[in-house]
């Protein structure tokens, strides 16, 4: 979804040592990409808003597309290190608790990353740029789908999950109705489902599916 989301992928190559100026310009992209959108936060304005010059901006980033990377990795909720953790120790807590927390982090997440990526879809050559940019990167919104049918799949060898049960349709069907939730509530009188319960929620409704 961003380019939604976010996210959550192999990190960019290696940048310089977080500094004072980095931070400012993670700030800075964070802020724009926030309030004018992905399209028209430029690596000029970015610079300007973080009190340096463009150079200065690519001394620490390859471009906007890097810069957009970072700020969903290090500014929002972090969905991927969660499910790398839990993919590295499959077995470890009671299964519904961890699809709850990764179904609240999910939820923050897209939450959070919609407002900066949807201005890329009114623009089909800066999206076309874009994802060029995020193939070559190794990262992009297919990577916590890929990394939750994973940890999925581990649990499902220790027998915590039916051993039918398709852990690639299982991952998608979470993520994606916590980048609904993103979404589809602001013209509802009720708001914005309460995050916690709808994670409790949809973590018990999708365990239901998948259980031994």
Do not use: W
Request: net charge neutral; with cysteine.
């Amino acid at each position: 979804m961003t380019s939604l989301g976010a996210m959550q992928h192999r990190q960019p190559e290696e940048s310089p040592a977080p500094g004072p100026a980095r931070e400012r310009i993670l700030d800075a992209a964070h802020r724009l990409m926030l309030t004018v959108g992905l399209s028209r936060a430029t690596t000029k304005e970015i610079a300007r808003a973080a009190g340096c010059s463009e150079a200065a901006l690519y001394k620490h980033f390859t471009g906007k597309e890097e810069l957009f990377v970072r700020v969903l990795v290090e500014r929002l909720p972090r969905l991927n290190p969660l499910l790398s953790s839990l993919a590295a120790e499959p077995g470890r807590g009671a299964l519904e608790d961890n699809l709850t927390e990764i179904a609240r982090q999910a939820a923050l997440f897209y939450e959070q990353s919609f407002p900066i990526a949807a201005s890329l879809y009114a623009e089909t050559q800066l999206k076309r740029r874009h994802d060029d940019a995020m193939r070559h990167m190794g990262a992009g919104p297919h990577l916590p789908i890929e990394s939750l049918a994973a940890y999925l799949g581990a649990e499902r060898d220790l027998g915590r999950i039916s051993p039918d049960a398709d852990t690639f349709a299982a991952a998608s069907l979470l993520l994606g109705a916590c980048a609904q939730r993103a979404f589809a509530y602001d013209t509802s009188d009720a708001g914005r489902p309460p995050v916690d319960a709808f994670a409790a929620r949809l973590a018990r409704t999708l365990l239901a599916g998948i259980a031994p």
